[in-house]
């Protein structure tokens, strides 16, 4: 018996062109419109208060065009901007994967605008993908009000401004979902080349290959023979297309593993986890990135709760784990990738109307103070 989950609905497909568009836009309503208002209400954050107070709280001070989408290109961002502007020139740049300053690059190429605006624009344009798809998806697996409730409580977890900012996080997030929604409609080659793509946005995303390898068995009922199946195979496009980025480095430093290998040459704090942070003595912002990761580490324990979230919990449960032993310094930023958490807290929230408007909104202020210190260059990231 299949296990396989119909993404498309009960209802008969339109039969007019005009008719499909109009259904179309009926289903997307809701996340389009979500992410419209959410970065209008990010952007506006960033551009009064840098129009109010152009300092920064690390060099360069004062720097031209804060007040721009430039703005959302901090700390990190500005490795990618140097890939996209140069290529990996520098070998402790090789610790950044490549589709984020690629497409970036291409970006600017098209459009002319900065670097720096090219990759924010690309990181909006996943976003975007991404609410639309998780729409979608939780919209299959608890219906209409919980998919929106969850996907409020995703944008506005505190750390999810993140995916407004010129960091792969929000492609991972898109790529990483969409293949969790083909692997579920039975399409489990599309879902191991977009799985692959994700790898080349961040190597992270590869864990959701467990989720995949767990539906392809659930799907032909579980056992040895479902061991035998030939789509078995398209588990193997991941690790091979993120591996082209491996070759890359071979080619050009000879060296495969020089982005492994890197992270011990000033990037070794980037890899702690939480025994670090407690036999250890870090800043104030590490301690906050902890606590508020606890809340999508509890929807990702909560999936195990119903079988048709089972899926869903072999990609969240083991990303959680893995960022908890090794993401400490990124532990904000990382956890608000870890999408599957958000279905099972949105549902219970979806039951609980009373506690969903102050619940929302006392993350989205939050966020919004989080915004307000990133911009300004503060040490959020």
Same mark, same amino acid.
């Given at each position: 018996?299949?296990?396989?989950?119909?993404?498309?609905?009960?209802?008969?497909?339109?039969?007019?062109?005009?008719?499909?568009?109009?259904?179309?836009?009926?289903?997307?309503?809701?996340?389009?419109?979500?992410?419209?208002?959410?970065?209008?209400?990010?952007?506006?954050?960033?551009?009064?208060?840098?129009?109010?107070?152009?300092?920064? =709280?690390?060099?360069?001070?004062?720097?031209?065009?804060?007040?721009?989408?430039?703005?959302?290109?901090?700390?990190?961002? *500005? !490795?990618?901007?140097? +890939?996209?502007?140069?290529?990996?020139?520098?070998?402790?740049?090789?610790?950044?994967?490549?589709?984020?300053?690629? #497409?970036?690059?291409?970006?600017?190429?098209?459009?002319?605008?900065?670097?720096?605006?090219?990759?924010?624009?690309?990181?909006?344009?996943?976003?975007?993908?991404?609410?639309?798809?998780?729409?979608?998806?939780?919209?299959?697996?608890?219906?209409?009000?919980?998919?929106?409730?969850?996907?409020? #409580?995703?944008?506005?977890?505190?750390?999810?401004?993140? =995916?407004?900012?010129?960091?792969?996080?929000?492609?991972?997030?898109?790529?990483?979902?969409?293949?969790?929604?083909?692997?579920?409609?039975?399409?489990?080659?599309?879902? *191991?080349?977009?799985?692959? #793509?994700?790898?080349?946005?961040?190597?992270?995303?590869?864990?959701?290959?467990?989720?995949?390898?767990?539906?392809?068995?659930?799907?032909?009922?579980?056992?040895?023979?479902?061991?035998? =199946?030939?789509?078995?195979?398209?588990?193997?496009?991941?690790?091979?297309?993120?591996?082209?980025?491996?070759? &890359? #480095?071979?080619?050009?430093?000879?060296?495969?593993?020089? !982005?492994?290998?890197?992270?011990?040459? *000033?990037?070794?704090?980037?890899?702690?986890?939480?025994?670090?942070?407690?036999?250890?003595?870090?800043?104030?912002?590490?301690?906050?990135?902890?606590? +508020?990761?606890? +809340?999508?580490?509890?929807?990702?324990?909560?999936?195990?709760?119903?079988?048709?979230?089972?899926?869903?919990?072999?990609?969240?449960?083991?990303?959680?784990?893995?960022?908890?032993?090794?993401?400490?310094?990124?532990?904000?930023?990382?956890?608000?990738?870890?999408?599957?958490?958000?279905?099972?807290?949105?549902?219970?929230?979806?039951?609980?109307?009373?506690?969903?408007?102050?619940?929302?909104?006392?993350?989205?202020?939050?966020?919004?103070?989080?915004?307000?210190?990133?911009?300004?260059? &503060?040490? +959020?990231?």
């Amino acid at each position: 018996m299949s296990a396989d989950v119909p993404l498309s609905g009960n209802a008969s497909p339109p039969t007019d062109a005009w008719s499909r568009l109009r259904e179309v836009g009926a289903q997307i309503a809701f996340p389009v419109g979500l992410f419209l208002f959410s970065r209008l209400a990010l952007f506006l954050i960033a551009r009064v208060s840098l129009a109010l107070d152009g300092r920064l =709280h690390r060099a360069p001070f004062r720097q031209v065009g804060t007040v721009g989408l430039e703005a959302f290109c901090r700390w990190d961002c *500005g !490795w990618y901007a140097e +890939i996209a502007r140069q290529g990996y020139v520098r070998p402790q740049a090789t610790n950044f994967f490549p589709l984020l300053p690629l #497409l970036g690059r291409l970006v600017r190429a098209v459009t002319g605008l900065s670097h720096e605006v090219s990759l924010v624009v690309v990181a909006n344009a996943a976003g975007l993908l991404a609410l639309i798809v998780l729409h979608r998806l939780f919209r299959a697996l608890e219906g209409e009000e919980a998919a929106r409730t969850s996907l409020l #409580l995703f944008t506005a977890y505190p750390f999810a401004f993140f =995916h407004s900012a010129g960091y792969p996080e929000s492609a991972m997030v898109f790529l990483t979902a969409l293949a969790v929604a083909l692997s579920l409609r039975g399409r489990h080659w599309g879902a *191991g080349l977009t799985l692959g #793509l994700a790898g080349l946005s961040r190597h992270l995303s590869l864990v959701a290959g467990l989720a995949l390898f767990f539906q392809q068995l659930r799907s032909r009922g579980g056992g040895v023979r479902a061991l035998w =199946h030939r789509d078995l195979l398209a588990l193997l496009l991941p690790p091979l297309l993120t591996s082209l980025y491996f070759l &890359y #480095l071979w080619r050009t430093f000879g060296d495969p593993q020089l !982005w492994w290998k890197v992270r011990a040459e *000033g990037w070794s704090g980037a890899w702690a986890g939480l025994g670090h942070w407690l036999r250890g003595n870090f800043a104030p912002e590490v301690g906050l990135y902890v606590v +508020i990761s606890f +809340i999508p580490g509890l929807g990702a324990l909560l999936l195990v709760r119903h079988r048709r979230w089972w899926t869903l919990a072999l990609f969240a449960i083991p990303l959680m784990l893995v960022l908890w032993t090794v993401g400490l310094m990124g532990l904000g930023r990382y956890s608000a990738a870890v999408w599957p958490a958000f279905l099972p807290l949105g549902t219970w929230l979806s039951r609980h109307p009373a506690l969903r408007g102050p619940v929302v909104l006392g993350c989205a202020l939050f966020q919004g103070m989080l915004v307000f210190l990133f911009v300004h260059s &503060y040490p +959020i990231n």
